[in-house]
């Protein structure tokens, strides 16, 4: 990738901006106040004049969610109450990493007008992205706790275990942030690519269909990384415990993934406003 | 203490068209060794900020003077943070009020109230900051009960007083200004202009880019006049004035 390289020369060392791009993360952190009230204010205005308001996402993800469940049980010959709690937990895991994914690449390039005028930590904008989508996760999830109740699962202590998961899930939006708006705002047409890709990353999920339906070719799967994070939130809200594996490969995924968002935001966060 | 200073600062925009942008481009000018990928490299560039070296001190009240694209704006935002130069570096001791666009941050489908939050918020004041002022900016904004109704039903007079009445109502010890802020309502002009007077004098340092000289006499006392991103006169704002206007006389 070519990246305007004109910055160079006014760098002193690499330490300090590497400071600077912690610094920036850590005090975008500090300032949950502005991106709490900015994700609360983005889900407001979405709905603003409905009644329902944001529990429309909650029906509309329902709905699909009842709909496709019924129709492929039939489809795929499945138990409806082993399928259909999975189902519906598998969507809503999944619209909450997706929309991390898709949205946080317009993190810096929706924030136009606001970076080109005051001076604030870069990172609060990726911190009101993934702030907001948790906000939205959380509607959804009142959807798996009335299917949970139709087909009376309990999760027990395993259910525990989705707290952590969903910690290391928003850990992985803020890196995956920095990463995609930086390089989305220097070239547009990124947005789109990723859009792309996670709508065919979503067929090869487990989410419309089993992993015990896949015989054979159980590898391909393993190769996809949302597969971890989504087994690591739904299973234990099953009452399942996640394959052993699942969580050192999705915490060895979170450093890599930090450790190369941190070496393009030090390189690249003082330049960020220049693109918008 | 408020204080800033500018060593050797130099801002360059790359410009960017839709075959840099594009990252399909990109990928195959890298695999194109040699000649291609060296034009590639050597991409426009304007230079809108030219070796600046400056130092404004507690007091100080600057005028920037200079015809369009001479780099009064890129100057300001540099001076705010916003842009970190590409060559040079700065330093600035003060908490900064740039009121480049008073209408940021405003959401028209949010009431008057929610929207003052929100805008204290993007100035670093908490909620419970924020409300313990709200009395004083509600009450001038003199908007009374549309403050709980949705700004979108404002006028536009309407929504440009209470943009005014939440982006002044914090004490800045740097106030950098692109244009004076001028609100059109008649009867709301005196107030805002002793308002902006008032929170000019209290700034430790103010940094006025404006074409109107005679604003600029009564407002600054120093003077800074750029042409092409280079400080090309400084002094007394009625030196540079008086030298702008030969300037731009003579050209």
């Known amino acids: ?276 | 203490m408020a204080r800033i200073q500018l060593d050797r600062v130099s801002v360059q925009f790359p410009i960017y068209n839709a075959n840099t942008r594009s990252l399909k481009k990109s990928l195959m000018h890298r695999t194109t060794a040699g000649r291609i990928a060296r034009d590639a490299g050597d991409r426009v560039c304007i230079e809108a900020l030219n070796d600046v070296t400056l130092t404004f001190e507690r007091g100080d009240r600057i005028g920037l003077v200079g015809a369009n694209g001479a780099g009064k704006t890129t100057l300001l935002r540099v001076l705010a943070g916003v842009y970190e130069p590409t060559l040079g570096t700065i330093h600035r001791d003060g908490r900064v009020a740039p009121l480049f666009d008073i209408a940021l941050g405003i959401d028209p489908e949010a009431t008057g109230y929610d929207n003052i939050l929100i805008r204290g918020a993007f100035l670093g004041l908490r909620r419970q900051e924020v409300c313990a002022r709200m009395d004083e900016i509600a009450a001038f904004t003199e908007l009374g009960d549309y403050l709980a109704m949705p700004v979108r039903t404002y006028s536009s007079g309407m929504k440009l007083r209470l943009a005014f009445a939440v982006s002044t109502c914090v004490a800045a010890e740097i106030a950098l200004m692109d244009e004076w802020i001028g609100v059109g309502d008649a009867a709301f002009v005196g107030k805002a202009e002793r308002r902006i007077t008032d929170l000019v004098e209290r700034a430790g340092i103010l940094v006025l880019a404006s074409h109107n000289s005679e604003l600029l006499e009564r407002t600054c006392t120093k003077g800074i006049m750029l042409q092409h991103g280079k400080i090309s006169a400084t002094g007394t704002i009625r030196d540079v004035l008086r030298e702008y206007d030969s300037h731009r006389s003579a050209g």
């Open chain 1, 1 to 276: 990738m070519r990246v305007p390289h004109v910055v160079v020369e006014g760098v002193p060392a690499p330490l300090p901006q590497l400071r600077l791009a912690v610094l920036d993360i850590v005090e975008g952190a500090h300032a949950w106040h502005l991106w709490g009230l900015l994700g609360w204010q983005d889900i407001r205005q979405r709905y603003r004049r409905s009644t329902l308001g944001p529990f429309w996402l909650t029906i509309s993800m329902g709905a699909m969610v009842g709909g496709l469940g019924l129709l492929y049980a039939g489809l795929f010959n499945q138990n409806v109450a082993d399928y259909l709690p999975s189902l519906a937990l598998g969507f809503i895991v999944w619209g909450l990493l997706a929309t991390l994914v898709n949205e946080n690449c317009n993190a810096f390039i929706d924030a136009e007008s606001i970076i080109k005028q005051i001076q604030l930590p870069l990172s609060i904008h990726v911190y009101r992205v993934v702030w907001r989508n948790l906000i939205i996760f959380a509607h959804n999830l009142l959807i798996f706790i009335v299917v949970a109740a139709i087909f009376k699962i309990w999760p027990g202590w395993a259910g525990l275990l989705a707290l952590p998961a969903l910690a290391l899930i928003g850990m992985n939006g803020v890196w995956i942030g920095i990463l995609l708006g930086l390089v989305s705002a220097r070239f547009r047409d990124v947005p789109q690519i990723v859009a792309s890709v996670m709508q065919i990353a979503f067929f090869f999920t487990p989410i419309i269909w089993t992993q015990r339906s896949l015989s054979g070719h159980g590898w391909i799967l393993k190769l996809n990384p949302f597969l971890y994070f989504l087994d690591l939130l739904r299973a234990p809200l099953l009452g399942q415990i996640p394959p052993l594996n699942y969580w050192p490969t999705a915490l060895a995924m979170t450093l890599c993934g930090w450790a190369l968002a941190l070496f393009m935001y030090r390189i690249y966060r003082r330049r960020i406003a220049y693109w918008l």
